[in-house]
């Protein structure tokens, strides 16, 4: 298996320009999440996904992000407008769970944006 | 929701020495304690990991130990090398919460040669 794919490895964007991160995550995985890196805050949890259905999404900042899961194998983040604040280093995780336990937790490469 | 303390925030050792870092976890409900390795510029890495049935796990030189009743694990690295320099997360899953990890706020390890 790849392990979970991201794309892109790098983004500049302008102030006010939409983003999009995109995420495949290893099959057979039912969860994925995305997380967002700071220096200042750390490793936050923005917003996850079960069987393609969003169950938390209470780490999204605001109504510029947004996060969709339209089948087991794809998932996008979308910022829009984007703002300096939002330069960080995003994750896609994945896993699946088996008799109350996690399994096989696994982040992608990361997708580190820059806001001009 | 869960709260997750990680101590210290940088840690120096010289080669050879043995580290510890410790966290503390806030909900009794949490049953899954990983802990992540991060490189400079690399994703967090799955180094071990303890469930809430056992109080300890050993894989070569990195140990885990967990104690529900006060709601704190620890990693422990013997005989450190320098590629043991990189950054290190705990993380514990709230059972309630399906996979949802919350990390701790990480500790900078820099083993000297």
């Known amino acids: 298996d790849a392990g979970v794919i991201q794309s892109p490895r790098h983004e500049v964007t302008e102030m006010g320009q939409e983003v999009t991160l995109r995420c495949k995550p290893i099959?057979?995985?039912?969860?994925l999440f995305w997380y967002r890196q700071t220096m200042m805050r750390g490793l936050e949890l923005l917003i996850y996904?079960?069987?393609?259905?969003?169950?938390?999404d209470s780490g999204m900042p605001e109504d510029r992000f947004s996060a969709k899961m339209p089948n087991a194998s794809f998932s996008t983040l979308k910022i829009q407008p984007s703002e300096p604040r939002d330069s960080a280093v995003y994750f896609c995780?994945?896993?699946?769970?088996?008799?109350?336990?996690?399994?096989?937790?696994?982040f992608g490469s990361g997708t580190r944006l820059t806001v001009v | 929701g869960e709260n997750v303390e990680q101590h210290p925030s940088t840690l120096s050792v010289q080669e050879g020495d043995s580290a510890v870092i410790k966290c503390t976890y806030s909900d009794s409900a949490s049953n899954y304690f990983p802990w992540y390795k991060q490189e400079l510029g690399k994703r967090p890495q799955l180094i071990i990991d303890?469930?809430?049935?056992?109080g300890e796990k050993k894989d070569q030189r990195i140990a885990v130990t967990l104690n529900k009743t006060a709601k704190h694990f620890s990693l422990h690295i013997t005989e450190t090398q320098p590629e043991d320099s990189a950054v290190y997360f705990c993380?514990?899953?709230?059972?309630?919460?399906?996979?949802?990890?919350?990390f701790g706020g990480g500790t900078r390890v820099l083993v000297k040669p």
């Open positions: 993380a514990a899953s709230h059972k309630a919460a399906g996979n949802k990890l919350t």
């Open positions: 996904f079960n069987n393609n259905v969003p169950i938390d």
């Open positions: 099959s057979g995985h039912d969860y």
């Open positions: 303890i469930r809430s049935n056992v």
């Open positions: 995780a994945s896993s699946f769970k088996t008799g109350g336990f996690n399994y096989g937790y696994t």
